[in-house]
């Protein structure tokens, strides 16, 4: 034991120090202290009917809370059969949030540097330097967990996979399927694919070299244990993978069920929509230099003193305190300081100073083939990233590539990019300390100071020549100021000039920082090749640069104030006087329509109501285009009518209150039709909703003909069919009737999992109103049940216990066998000097 903890005393010692900066850096999460996500937020309102459920240990996979009903496979759904869902769940009991993804981050990253025989300080500098990426920082403040949590295991992956490739077949490939499992159980497939994009850059270097090197057979067999670690990681979240598949073929990434009525594609995303967030080709600066762009919009910095806008006003009389509010309003409403061309970003891609310079050199010196890979990736998601400012390669990709299409916000490509710089960076340090010929390395060093000291001096001195510090509608801009101001074209032209100032300001300033942290990157480099220092402190000085240079940053966009009380976070949405009114409704099952709220993102009203709005990145395609053909334009009531919103909220233009209507039109939870209106396609069944009676016809494709003509329709006024017990995932209706009627239930559609039940048989049901449920109710007195029992998700879970058994049992082995093989090593025998070789006898002398 004494030799197991001498031999691994360093590594504990950096993980002490991990332990020690989240502390510091998070106290207030130590504390009991949330964050303030906004996106957190949204999550919460739409888990409402959720989490409800789950309070009464009942676990639901639908939930009508948002948009009508939807599956809850991407809002949150409990996979038990899955091992990693219980590594998961220590994790986050062991430490608080966000404390627990920053530790991942660091350790995973520390791993692979470990991995590539990095030294223990330097492999904790590039630990940091990824783990406090500013984008990975800014994800845990917005609150995007799974994404972030998805990022710390790119490490650790690649580590298990190059270990595979070095020969250590089985452990490698065992870490490999375990790390895997953990990437897909974050469920964020949009970065598991664009780490499998680097991967399989890294796979065809690898083979290129094997090739070269009549080293194929290795390869081969690396390779082999790769592909069962895969197969053996997709298996366990067979559960997570399968039911995403069978629902992202509905959702808005799936395909158009319209043709000739729609602007959407024919598959996956809207391309605009997909592009959205792309990176600005000039942004790209802002690895380098974070404030080159202006920072975040809305800005998360408070304008300066000193400010040109301020002096604006201040220069025609006007207070400082009162000058300072008009400049800190203007600059993050009308004309901010952020001047890209995203709609919004919460800050920039900074990969740091210091790791900026060493990336460069490593670019020179590095002779490690990995060089290649990580040069590959960085250009492959940089270009990427650029989306529609780089049309030529993303809409190759977006048309050709598998799935591609199905994500948006493409600059998020560039975490994997974030990883990239420092593995290089690392490498370069390593390689100024194994090469003999300091010469050359020294040559080599003032080559890449050159370039980017040169380029950072530029940025100081003359930025407008790299950078216009202006918007594409600056213009626009400056005469929507000028409206504002009564028409005062001059004061509004002043202070657009003076904003482009600031800018540049803010770019200066952040420069000359970065220049700052160059200097004495290449100091401490230059002082350790010509023998002024030992290894131990150029490591030492390197790793307290990358933390003070990524913690001064960082604290830009997660500050003390990004916390706060649980309590407080709970009570962030406080429900108004209607809400308190339709919640006394003891109608288990109806749905809210407020006016006032954005369709596709409201985050409030699912926080008390069933809502015909919602935030989720994953709704039904279907519901996406009713929306957009029945809503976008002016409200189609018809259809609020057929979706049973009893309530309707409107806001008062004058006073800005909430005013609550009575919907007496609504449909109710389920009613016989008198008609059936059959039309050729999706087209004509979206034309035929736009007007309607939805209580009395149904609008059916005629693909369901053959069911819904199962039993001659006949009229009878008193038949009724009434909602008697409501749970999500399975409804139960009474029907009675004295003949056959077809039943139009307020319940979107969606037959990957729904099954209906007549008298507890199962019965075939059909889709009516482009949205509904609809089924034929025979003559008499019935039972009808509505039960969610997708296969996806529970053979899957079956597949998963398998495969998680059979992860455990790999592991295991894994285990075992270098156990074995490190007690079966050759004790290296003690060093014995002869006496002889010791006292070596005198020359002879002629």
């Known amino acids: 034991m004494n030799n197991w903890f001498k031999r691994n005393g360093m590594h504990l010692a950096v993980i002490g120090i991990f332990l020690a900066i989240c502390f510091f850096y998070l106290t207030p999460a130590f504390q009991g202290k949330t964050l303030g996500q906004s996106d957190v937020i949204g999550a919460q309102s739409t888990q409402k009917e959720i989490n409800d459920y789950r309070a009464r240990d009942t676990t639901i996979l639908w939930t009508n809370q948002i948009f009508g009903g939807m599956p809850t496979f991407q809002i949150w759904a409990p996979y038990p059969s899955n091992i990693t869902t219980h590594v998961v769940d220590v994790i986050k009991s062991t430490f608080p949030n966000p404390v627990d993804t920053l530790l991942l981050l660091l350790l995973g990253t520390y791993f692979l540097f470990i991995v590539l025989k990095i030294n223990p300080w330097l492999a904790a500098a590039g630990s940091v330097a990824f783990a406090f990426s500013s984008y990975n920082i800014i994800l845990l403040v917005a609150g995007h967990s799974n994404q972030a949590f998805a990022i710390a295991f790119f490490a650790p992956i690649l580590a298990s996979i190059i270990m595979t490739l070095r020969g250590n077949y089985l452990s490698g490939s065992a870490l490999a399927a375990f790390f895997l499992a953990m990437e897909i159980r974050s469920n964020h497939i949009q970065m598991t694919y664009y780490l499998l994009l680097s991967i399989l850059i890294l796979m065809g270097i690898e083979l290129f070299h094997a090739v070269k090197g009549k080293k194929l057979q290795p390869f081969l067999k690396a390779l082999g244990f790769l592909s069962v670690a895969t197969l053996l990681a997709i298996a366990v ?74 002096k604006v006003f201040t220069d025609k009389g006007v207070p400082q305190d009162q000058a300072k509010q008009y400049a800190q309003q203007i600059t993050s409403q009308i004309i901010p300081l952020y001047w890209g061309n995203k709609p919004g970003t919460s800050g920039p891609f900074y990969f740091g100073a210091v790791i900026c310079f060493l990336f460069v050199l490593g670019l020179i010196i590095v002779r490690n083939r990995l060089k290649w890979w990580l040069l590959g990736t960085v250009l492959l998601t940089l270009f990427l990233s650029f989306g529609r400012n780089l049309p030529f390669l993303s809409d190759l990709f977006f048309q050709y590539f598998p799935l591609y299409n199905k994500f948006r916000a493409v600059e998020s490509i560039l975490a994997v990019a974030s990883l990239c710089f420092p593995i290089l960076a690392l490498l370069a340090v390593q390689e100024v300390i194994e090469n003999p010929d300091k010469k050359a390395i020294t040559k080599k060093l003032y080559l890449a100071g050159g370039i980017v000291g040169g380029l950072t001096l530029i940025l100081i001195a003359v930025p407008s020549v790299l950078l216009s510090f202006r918007t594409d509608n600056h213009t626009e801009m400056v005469n929507y100021l000028s409206q504002m101001l009564r028409s005062d074209a001059a004061t509004a032209n002043a202070v657009g000039d003076a904003v482009v100032k600031d800018r540049m300001s803010l770019e200066r300033m952040d420069a000359i920082r970065t220049f700052i942290f160059l200097l004495l ?129 409107t806001t008062d233009e004058k006073t800005n209150s909430a005013k609550l209507q009575n919907n007496q039109t609504a449909c109710g939870h389920a009613w016989f039709v008198s008609s059936i209106k059959y039309v050729k396609n999706a087209d004509e069944e979206m034309q035929a909703i736009s007007s309607f009676s939805p209580k009395d016809e149904a609008m059916v494709d005629m693909q369901y003909k053959a069911v819904a003509e199962a039993r001659t329709l006949a009229g009878d006024t008193a038949a009724r069919i009434d909602l008697v017990k409501y749970s999500p995932d399975h409804m139960i209706y009474k029907s009675t009737s004295a003949a056959n009627q077809v039943a139009v239930f307020s319940e979107i559609y969606y037959n990957k999992g729904w099954k209906m039940l007549i008298d507890g048989a199962e019965q075939p049901y059909f889709r009516a109103d482009y949205l509904l449920r609809a089924a034929n109710i025979p003559v008499g007195n019935h039972t009808i049940e509505f039960v969610f029992h997708p296969a ?55």
Request: hydrophobic share 40%; proline share 5%.
């Open 237 to 310: 979240n067979a559960s997570i993978l399968w039911s995403t598949y069978d629902y992202g073929t509905e959702t808005i990434r799936g395909k158009s069920n319209l043709k000739s009525t729609t602007a959407e594609p024919t598959n996956g995303l809207d391309k605009e929509y997909a592009y959205q967030w792309s990176q600005g080709v000039g942004e790209s600066f802002t690895f380098l230099v974070p404030n080159a762009y202006g920072g975040a919009l809305p800005s998360s910095v408070p304008i300066s003193d000193d400010a040109a806008t301020i």
């Open 521 to 649: 990157t290449f100091g401490v480099l230059w002082a350790y090749i010509n023998n002024k220092i030992q290894v131990q402190i150029l490591s030492v000085i390197l790793f307290v640069a990358v933390l003070v240079d990524f913690w001064q940053i960082d604290k830009r966009y997660l500050k003390e104030s990004s916390f706060q009380d649980k309590v407080e976070a709970a009570q962030v949405v406080t429900p108004r006087e209607v809400d308190n009114f339709i919640m006394k409704d003891p109608d288990p099952d109806f749905r809210v329509f407020d006016a006032g709220a954005d369709f596709r993102s409201d985050t409030f009203n699912p926080f008390f109501h069933k809502s015909v709005t919602g935030y989720s990145a994953a709704r039904l395609k279907r519901y996406e285009e009713v929306f957009l053909n029945q809503f976008a334009k002016s409200t189609n009531h018809d259809v609020l009518d057929m979706l049973n919103t009893k309530y309707i909220i």
């Open 792 to 846: 996806s998700y529970y053979t899957g879970e079956t597949i998963s216990l398998a495969s998680s058994i059979l992860l455990v049992l790999a592991l295991a082995g894994a285990l075992f066998a270098e156990i074995k093989r490190k007690r079966n090593e050759p004790v290296p025998a003690p060093i014995v000097v002869a006496k002889a070789a010791a006292n070596p006898p005198a020359k002879k002398t002629k």
